[in-house]
């Protein structure tokens, strides 16, 4: 089993920016593939950005392609989402997964963990 803790998240003003975190637990996450997903109000979860175990591949959703970037540090058992040019629509609950294909995630497959998320509101 693997937890998984967000944080990071908070209140931002357009254009600004947050670095969320994802810290593992119980087990290395360096045999998975990490992914952040989001879940806006009234709106169905959707895939943000995946990273495979080594950090060599990356993939965005086209809505954060160039302002959001995705990174590992498998020794310190976290991920973490740099989000730049935040937008009104970047506001969502954010959470962290982990599975086994970076490339699965971003059709929503092969997640076998998921943390509580972390809230990120965009203001005006």
């Known amino acids: 089993q693997v937890q998984l803790v967000e944080s990071g998240g908070g209140l931002v003003q357009a254009g600004g920016s947050l670095r969320l975190s994802c810290a593992a637990s119980g087990r290395t996450i360096g045999v998975y593939a990490m992914g952040w997903f989001r879940q806006a109000p009234g709106k169905e979860r959707e895939f943000v950005s995946s990273i495979n175990w080594s950090g060599s591949s990356t993939y965005y959703a086209d809505s954060v392609k160039g302002r959001f970037t995705i990174s590992r540090d498998n020794a310190k058992n976290t991920v973490y989402l740099q989000m730049n040019s935040l937008k009104l629509e970047d506001t969502a609950v954010y959470y962290c997964?982990?599975?086994?294909?970076?490339?699965?995630?971003?059709?929503?497959?092969?997640?076998?963990?998921w943390g509580k998320g972390t809230l990120v509101t965009v203001s005006l």
């Open positions: 997964a982990a599975g086994g294909s970076a490339v699965d995630m971003r059709s929503n497959y092969g997640t076998s963990f």
